[in-house]
């Protein structure tokens, strides 16, 4: 079995001022398996920043456990930010430092000693070799997105948390990084990432929580999570729906879009399909394209948040 590297047991975060108090953070077990990458949603208010502020050691929780890489955070905050590196959303590079120049320093602000460096090394990992050396203003944006995620990795954290690195990033780009993340993954990073690219986690993530109001709403993989999706839609495109005013059938819910198009809806547990079928060829239908929806983790994410 993998090692679990990050385990989060009964995690609550209150804050309090003088008028009230806010629970930004209720009860919160999970925890993160060696190798994984685990995706932490949830939609604005819902408690992420004050975990990654947590786990950071710039916010103090009011209660529960937090253990990574084998060390206790209330007995041992050090080694557990030693073995953690964060990627903040904010780009904040010093344009007047080269790539190069701004891993030593970071390297050195960690205590890592000139021999124990592995700078060249990080800069190859995120394809920024043949910039070592250029001033940090003539990057890209793609590339000092991927700066950042090297001036994490510099005191080697067996860890990577990326707060949502790619918002505000175009899609070409978005892909670019993803990539780097994943070649990160492959060489044995833990990665846990927070993003509003519901489509993204669906593509990069082996599981998910959801977090909504500081609780943690759902936790599983994101095969299972997308299981969840209980009805399938379909888009038919038919020779002519002119002479139809009414389409009726148990367990379908019928929408027509226009004249040649319409949107079905069923239960996909029903296996209802064939009867679709024969109901069409009755009333003299004839289906020329289907498409079919099975839903996306944006459906599982709006049930779960609805509220
Ligand atoms: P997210 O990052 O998921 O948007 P946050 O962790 O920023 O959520 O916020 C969770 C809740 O905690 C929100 O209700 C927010 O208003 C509250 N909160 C965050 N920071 C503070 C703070 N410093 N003082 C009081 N309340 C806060």
Known sequence: MNKIVLSVEGLTKIYSNKQKQNKALNDITFSVKQGEVFGLLGPNGAGKTTFLS???????????????????????????RASIGIVPQEVNLDAFFSPKSLLELQAGLYGVTKKD??????????????????YSRSLSGGMKRRLLIAKAMVHQPPVLILDE??????????????SNVKELNKEGVTIILTTHYLFEAQEMCDRIAIIDKGNLV?????????????????????DSLDNIKHLAIDGFKFE?????????MYEKSSNKFQLLLQYF????????????????LEDVFVELTKN
């Open 218 to 238: 759902a936790l599983d993989t994101t095969k299972k999570l997308l299981e969840r999706i209980s009805t399938k839609k379909l888009v038919l495109k038919v």
């Open 54 to 80: 947590i786990l950071a050691g710039t916010v103090e929780k009011t209660q529960g456990k937090i253990n990574v890489w084998g060390f206790d955070l209330d007995k041992n905050p050090r080694q557990v």
């Open 281 to 296: 060829n009755k009333i003299g239908i004839k289906i020329t394209d289907i498409h079919t929806d099975d839903g996306d």
């Open 117 to 134: 460096r592995i700078t060249n090394i990080i800069l190859k990992m995120v394809s920024l070799e043949k910039q070592a050396n250029s």
């Open 256 to 264: 027509i879009i226009d004249d040649k198009t319409l949107s079905i």
């Open 165 to 178: 690195p790619t918002a505000g990033v175009d899609v070409d780009l978005r892909k670019n990084l993803w």
